[in-house]
């Protein structure tokens, strides 16, 4: 369900990043040298404060000191794939940073300029966010154009994936995703421990798992928030297909030694693979947005008008076209169209009842959420099985594992090949 949505139905409240303490004086100092490039203090400090904001941890001393092995290790690896798409001459452009930053907003159910505005907020400097999706968006880019071919599977490659889905039929699969943290040196093991177990502390507080997976995971995943889609066991490395395989939905494991690193999980779903029938709406909301929160027992005279102009829209509007004419007239944000909607996933169940029972192309009475009323029309309903695989969800599941071989191959060489010189801090 698409986060507009999300947002509306269960009302949720964002609570604002807190204010940034004031910095302490301190002298930019080099930390690092790749290949003749240099990582500073402050490019340590700026991205380990990022996280910090972002998993709700405080920004203290103590909590930045145990963030900054990791975070200086990661701006190393950083430095070389930059490098590398440099020299290849990957273009990256500000409006593909732009794109990916309200993408992340998307998925983490942030207003557009949320997430920047939060950042201000706090202290750290937008930069430091616009330079990590940079390196994400050239490195995914680079690793294409070397795939070549390999990035356009043919025909028969698609058919015989789709063949070994359908004689999976009827066998688990599971909606999964990922963080990956790499382990090149053994003598790191410790240490890149002790960081993914305070990850997974992190996330099983609350801390989004997009967020987590876009700032620190060295997975090709890392820009779609982790997301591996849904994948079979066969296509998990074995020890975390037996972790996956006994997880309820919803779950974080411990993080779990695979070659070459640390891998954290969540499981966001199972099925049954060929076997996921499921009701797909089309829908549209107008939503008449409050001035100030609700007081259930005291509503002021703005939000008693908002709820007789609900009422008169729930009473009156005819058809999906009317809907959306209503929409632009009520000041608020939020898209007349949140998108295919699957109603077995809304919550809580009492809404999914009521657009359970809504007949196609008739309001809803207006919901009342603290910050607006909304009222809700169907204008399709469709059985789908969503368990089915398509030729372009094959196409897409194949070039991924080849990319994520590939990328995790590159990274290995450029270490190996690199001139590091890690400074005492």
């Known amino acids: 369900m698409r986060p507009l949505l999300r947002a509306l139905l269960l009302s949720t409240l964002l609570a604002a990043a807190p204010a940034a303490p004031p910095a302490l004086a301190q002298t930019t100092r080099i930390v690092a040298v790749v290949n003749g490039d240099i990582v500073t203090s402050a490019d340590v400090d700026g991205r380990r404060r990022l996280f910090a904001i972002n998993a709700g941890l405080p920004v203290s001393p103590q909590v930045l000191d145990r963030l900054t092995p990791q975070v200086t290790r990661l701006l190393v690896d950083e430095r070389l794939r930059m490098q590398e798409v440099q020299r290849r001459r990957v273009a990256v452009t500000d409006v593909d940073?732009?794109?990916?930053?309200?993408?992340l907003e998307r998925r983490n159910n942030l207003a557009e300029g949320q997430l920047v505005a939060q950042l201000r907020r706090a202290g750290v400097e937008p930069r430091v966010l616009y330079d990590q999706i940079r390196v994400q968006i050239g490195w995914a880019r680079l690793i294409r154009a070397l795939l070549g071919p390999q990035a356009r599977p043919g025909e028969a490659e698609i058919n015989d994936y789709i063949a070994a889905q359908k004689a999976r039929t009827g066998q688990p699969e599971f909606l999964v995703s990922e963080i990956f943290i790499p382990v090149d040196d053994p003598s790191e093991a410790p240490q890149v421990q002790r960081f993914v177990d305070d990850v997974v502390g992190q996330l099983r507080a609350g801390v989004p798992f997009p967020l987590a997976a876009t700032q620190f995971s060295q997975s090709q995943t890392a820009l779609a928030g982790g997301d591996l889609g849904w994948v079979g066991p066969e296509a998990l490395d074995p020890a975390v297909a037996s972790v996956v395989n006994q997880m309820p939905p919803g779950a974080i494991a411990n993080p779990i030694r695979v070659p070459g690193g640390y891998q954290i999980v969540a499981l966001r779903q199972r099925r049954l693979?060929?076997?996921?029938?499921?009701?797909?709406?089309s829908m549209r909301q107008v939503f008449f947005p409050f001035t100030a929160a609700?007081?259930?027992d005291a509503p002021d005279a703005q939000q008693l008008q908002q709820l007789q102009r609900a009422q008169a829209l729930a009473g009156s509007v005819r058809g999906c076209e009317g809907m959306e004419a209503a929409s632009r007239s009520t000041g608020s944000d939020r898209p007349a169209d949140p998108g295919e909607v699957r109603l077995e996933q809304l919550n809580p169940p009492p809404l999914r009842q009521m657009i359970a029972g809504l007949a196609i192309g008739r309001a809803s009475e207006p919901i009342i959420a603290p910050d607006g009323i909304a009222v809700i029309m169907v204008c399709s309903r469709e059985r789908r099985n969503e368990g089915e695989v398509t030729?372009?969800?094959a196409r897409s599941a194949i070039v991924r594992d080849r990319a994520e071989l590939l990328a995790r191959q590159?990274?290995?060489?450029?270490r190996r090949r690199a001139q590091i010189e890690m400074r005492n801090t």
């Not at 693979?273 to 709406?281: A, H, P, Q, Y």
């Not at 590159?410 to 450029?414: K, P």
């Open 294 to 296: 609700l007081n259930p």
């Open 410 to 414: 590159l990274q290995r060489d450029l």
């Open 97 to 103: 940073v732009a794109s990916a930053v309200a993408d």
């Open 273 to 281: 693979v060929g076997r996921d029938e499921v009701t797909i709406l």
């Open 391 to 393: 030729p372009d969800m």
